[in-house]
């Protein structure tokens, strides 16, 4: 049994991931179903098993103890509207990087320094759907607000990370 914890974890790609890993793991999902973000109860309704916190990630109190406890973080927190994104970009720059350097923060205190991070990123971060296959060396050049702050969160999780290895 391993413990899961998926930020995002009601949104499409992480109730998704949340099922798979409730088969025999311990999920816990957090997750403040933001309007535009794709979360729903909807989407995890069925899983059984599943510890839900349904809080914005800057809003868990607890975050640092959760976290000391996972064997693996999945960060699948976001918001994919690109075009909500130009409109209002101090809520894209909240909800695809502020959300992210909040976990980042609270991860260098408190993993398990066995435990495994996974961070998912976006087509908009190599400029839209104009690659058949994307790598760790595809280059990344966004094409909106969107793609940019997703391109500065997987950026802080690569140089926290080698800091703090």
């Given at each position: 049994?391993?413990?899961?914890?998926?930020?995002?974890?009601?949104?499409?790609?992480?109730?998704?991931l949340?099922?798979?890993?409730?088969?025999?793991?311990?999920?816990?999902?957090?997750?403040?179903?933001?309007?535009?973000?794709?979360?729903?109860?909807?989407?995890?309704?069925?899983?059984?098993?599943?510890?839900?916190?349904?809080?914005?990630?800057?809003?868990?109190?607890?975050?640092?103890?959760?976290?000391?406890?996972?064997?693996?973080?999945?960060?699948?927190?976001?918001?994919?509207?690109?075009?909500?994104a130009?409109?209002?970009?101090?809520?894209?720059?909240?909800?695809?990087?502020?959300?992210?350097?909040?976990?980042?923060?609270?991860?260098?205190?408190?993993?398990?320094?066995?435990?495994?991070?996974?961070?998912?990123?976006?087509?908009?971060?190599?400029?839209?759907?104009?690659?058949?296959?994307?790598?760790?060396?595809?280059?990344?050049?966004?094409?909106?607000?969107?793609?940019?702050?997703?391109v500065?969160?997987?950026?802080?999780?690569?140089?926290?990370?080698?800091?703090t290895?």
């Open positions: 049994m391993k413990n899961i914890l998926i930020l995002g974890g009601a949104g499409f790609i992480g109730s998704q949340a099922k798979k890993f409730s088969k025999f793991s311990i999920v816990t999902i957090i997750d403040g179903l933001v309007d535009g973000t794709g979360g729903s109860v909807e989407n995890i309704y069925n899983i059984k098993g599943v510890i839900f916190i349904e809080k914005c990630i800057e809003n868990v109190s607890d975050l640092s103890n959760i976290v000391s406890k996972q064997d693996i973080v999945i960060d699948s927190m976001g918001w994919t509207s690109h075009l909500g130009i409109d209002d970009p101090m809520l894209d720059l909240r909800l695809n990087l502020h959300s992210h350097l909040h976990l980042l923060d609270c991860l260098k205190d408190n993993l398990n320094k066995n435990s495994l991070v996974i961070n998912l990123g976006s087509t908009g971060q190599y400029g839209g759907n104009k690659f058949d296959c994307v790598d760790e060396s595809t280059q990344m050049l966004p094409i909106d607000i969107q793609g940019i702050n997703k500065s969160a997987e950026n802080y999780f690569r140089v926290i990370q080698i800091y290895v």
